[in-house]
């Protein structure tokens, strides 16, 4: 037996695609909430639907819709309270783990 609906729910379609993007997104990168000069590390929390996104590991909260306010970034955490959870500081990616993406330029 499947759970998979006959007919395509175009609203859980578009909230997974954002989901799937937001991961991207922050996989292995650490975070930043709007221009803060405070680096978070990256944890998934539960969202709606039985989806997850990339929130700080150390529970901070912020204002606003959820996306468009965090930033990954390539830099080492500086969140005192990140810093000081065991669970924050296993995802935390390190400034030596963290680099820029390579561009795909042709040879």
């Known amino acids: 037996m499947t759970t998979e609906p ?3 729910d175009p ?3 578009g909230l ?3 989901a799937a993007q937001e991961t991207t997104r922050f996989t292995d990168r650490n975070l930043r909430v709007r221009r803060s000069p405070v680096v978070h ?3 998934m929390t539960p969202w709606v639907a039985g989806l997850a996104m990339p929130a700080p590991a150390c529970g901070q909260g912020w ?8 930033h990954p970034v390539a ?3 500086n969140c005192g309270h990140c810093l000081a959870s065991a669970e924050a ?6 400034s030596s783990a963290a680099s820029q993406p390579q561009l795909p330029f042709p040879s």
């Open 6 to 8: 006959l007919i395509p």
């Open 89 to 94: 500081r296993a995802a935390a990616i390190t």
């Open 41 to 43: 590390a990256v944890r």
């Open 16 to 18: 997974s695609s954002l």
């Open 63 to 70: 204002s606003g819709a959820g996306a468009g306010e965090l």
């Open 75 to 77: 830099e080492p955490v």
């Open 11 to 13: 609203l859980y379609a």
